[in-house]
Structure formats: C-alpha cells, structure tokens
C-alpha cells in the first residue's frame, strides 16, 4: 500500500516526484536523487498519506561542507 510522496519544493512550487510504501524508502530516494540540475534552490519533501502531515528533508548533497 503507497503510503507516502516525494516532492520537490522550489519557487515555482511543488512537483511531485514519486510514491513509495515506506518513510525508510522515501529517505533512500531522496538521497539518490540528488537535486535537480535545472534549479538553483529548493528542497524535498514527504507526504504521508495517513496523517496529512508534511515531512521536509535538508539534502546533504556531495561536496557540501557541513
């Protein structure tokens, strides 16, 4: 059962990126992804179908110093 959706959030808004069972298999996703090379900022988050509730994630992408 899909529980959750990925999105990527900009100034343009939200695009929906993918649907995924698990908020375990949400994370791995998004680590993958990366961000998208067409955009300057932004930032991913999930949506859980259940609860209504949105979980945004900050990306650690290579190269970053953090």
Known sequence: MIKFDIFWFDEDGPTWIE?????????????KLG???QVNSGSYA?????T??????IQKLAGENT
Request: net charge neutral; proline share 11%; charged share 30%.
């Open 46 to 50: 999930v949506f859980d179908r259940q």
């Open 19 to 31: 649907a995924v069972d698990t908020l375990e298999i949400a994370k791995a996703h998004i680590e």
């Open 52 to 57: 209504g509730t949105r979980i945004p994630f």
């Open 35 to 37: 961000k998208p090379p």
